[in-house]
């Protein structure tokens, strides 16, 4: 009962907080196609975008539906309905480069309002870098796909078949109630993940400047020279897991660790679960041969007890754990605990983010493949530059020719676009809304409120010419 007489939020207080935080219409109105005098400009393109992940709508089939209702035309700013179709082959040749000016102001907007300031660590920032595949498929694919053999059982006979699939990297905020993403990289054919994280660490600087964040968590892939050169010119410092992909520090560590007693123990409970914790500290071991500069290694030994049901009794089982992690990091600002606690941290970017975006958001979803039509080429991008031109691909009509095609950027553009819903909305719920922190209620029944009040908008009457006056005789 208290759920049906709590208040619901309303679709024009959320267009306010985004034009008022975040000068929200004048960014959208800046944002551009390859298409020639569309019908459908590219900013009612992606307020009828931008909405559908808002809503959480399963696809663009949906929002198709949606679109019939005039007060969303009204909303986004579209004269009529239009189709899915119109929606793809805009996407397909959307310019990046506004979404990504969006994505950045929006995120310097938060950090000077101080939405990042909660949960920081010795009132310091922490990002997380990790990576995701997007989609796959065998027989769905375009020029940017990778490309993998994978064996499958056909009629009972193993064969080998080629997968094609996206896989992206994502640097994400790890501190504070909106757990934004800062860029994505996509991985290109032949390229390794190791490459592309290389190459959205190097932009983040001209996108945020080097001290946007101060702590950067990283996996064992990305334990390598040239991250640790950049890292340690552009001023951050780094926790990263250490396994045996890296065998030489490894083996040195845990040969130097089993010799000696643990140097701190510590007992953890947490969500039903209890750690019996010993810890190891370490300074001086060289990274490697390329990188010969001393870091710090720190090993963690948890003994983790939780209960499960076994026979219809509820038992409590233990585990053992191993966790090694290479950080630089100061040991007197950051002593162990403090670093195994950011080393666990890092599993944040799966719960809050990869995961979060995937279950709840639609993230790997097939529509964020729009790219079965393409513009035509001859266009000038915002810097005057001629559009690149590609061959033709699976998704394309054989008959035409190459060099009027443009550059597919549909899976780029859809994902900058679910990633700005993500990150507004969440902050307008963690930041803005009174009637979520009152009522505790959760994200997904603000996105079903935020969906329903469309259709209690206000209609959009006329008033009646009034009357000519009468003529004199």
């Known amino acids: 009962m208290r759920q049906q007489d709590t208040p619901p939020h309303q679709l024009p207080s959320f267009g306010r907080y985004l ?20 019908d459908i400009s590219p900013t009612a393109v992606f307020l009828a975008a931008f909405p559908a992940f808002v809503f959480r709508l399963p696809s663009f089939q949906q929002l198709e539906a949606e679109l019939t209702q005039p007060a969303l035309q009204r909303w986004i700013g579209a004269g009529r309905a239009f189709s899915d179709d119109v929606l793809r082959y805009s996407l397909a040749g959307f310019h990046l ?44 694919h375009c020029d940017a796909c990778l490309e993998r053999r994978v064996t499958v059982r056909k009629a009972g006979v193993k064969v080998e078949q080629i997968q094609y699939y996206h896989r992206a990297g994502g640097c994400q905020i790890s501190n504070g109630p909106v757990k934004t993403f800062l860029a994505l990289e996509w991985l290109q054919p032949g390229e390794g993940e190791d490459t592309a994280a290389l190459r959205l660490l190097r932009k983040l600087p001209d996108q945020y400047g080097s001290r946007f964040f ?18 340690e010119e552009l001023g951050w ?28 123990q510590l007992t953890e409970r947490r969500g039903g679960k209890s750690y019996q914790i010993q810890l190891w500290d370490t300074e001086g071991l060289p990274f490697s041969v390329d990188y010969p500069q001393p870091v710090r290694v720190v090993r963690s030994e948890e003994s983790l007890t939780q209960n499960h049901y076994r026979r219809g009794e509820l038992t409590p089982e233990t585990t053992e754990h191993e966790w090694l992690w290479i950080t ?28 979060d975006l995937t279950q709840n958001w639609a993230f790997k979803h097939g529509f964020l493949h729009a790219c079965r039509h393409r513009p035509p080429a001859g266009l000038k991008n915002t810097e005057g530059e001629a559009m690149p031109t590609i061959g033709t691909g699976d ?34 719920i963690h930041c803005h809304s009174k009637l979520f922190r009152r009522y505790r209620m959760t994200t997904l029944e603000v996105a079903h409120q935020l969906r329903r009040a469309v259709a209690k908008l206000p209609p959009n009457i006329r008033a009646p010419d009034s009357p000519a006056e009468p003529q004199a005789a």
């Open 19 to 38: 034009n008022k935080v975040f000068d929200f219409r004048s960014a959208v109105a800046a944002l551009t196609d390859s298409r020639r005098d569309p």
């Open 97 to 140: 480069e506004g979404l990504e000016r969006m994505l950045t102001d929006v995120n310097r907007t938060l950090k000077r309002n101080k939405v990042f300031d909660a949960d920081r660590v010795q009132a310091r920032m922490v990002a997380a870098l990790d990576g995701i595949e997007v989609l796959s498929s065998y027989s769905r």
């Open 214 to 231: 101060d702590i950067l968590l990283l996996d064992a892939l990305y334990a390598q020279a040239p991250v640790f050169k950049l890292a």
């Open 237 to 264: 410092q780094m926790v990263v897991s250490l396994k045996q992909n890296h065998r030489e520090l490894y083996q040195s560590a845990v040969r130097l660790f089993a010799h000696r007693p643990a140097d701190c």
């Open 328 to 355: 630089t990091l100061d040991p007197k600002a950051f002593p162990a605990p403090l670093v195994r606690k950011l080393g666990h941290d890092r599993w944040k970017q799966e719960n809050n983010g990869w995961n």
């Open 395 to 428: 998704f394309v009509d054989r008959d035409t020719p190459a060099a009027s095609l443009v550059v597919n950027r549909g899976l780029a553009a859809v994902s900058l676009i679910l990633l700005l819903a993500f990150t507004l909305s969440t902050a307008f």
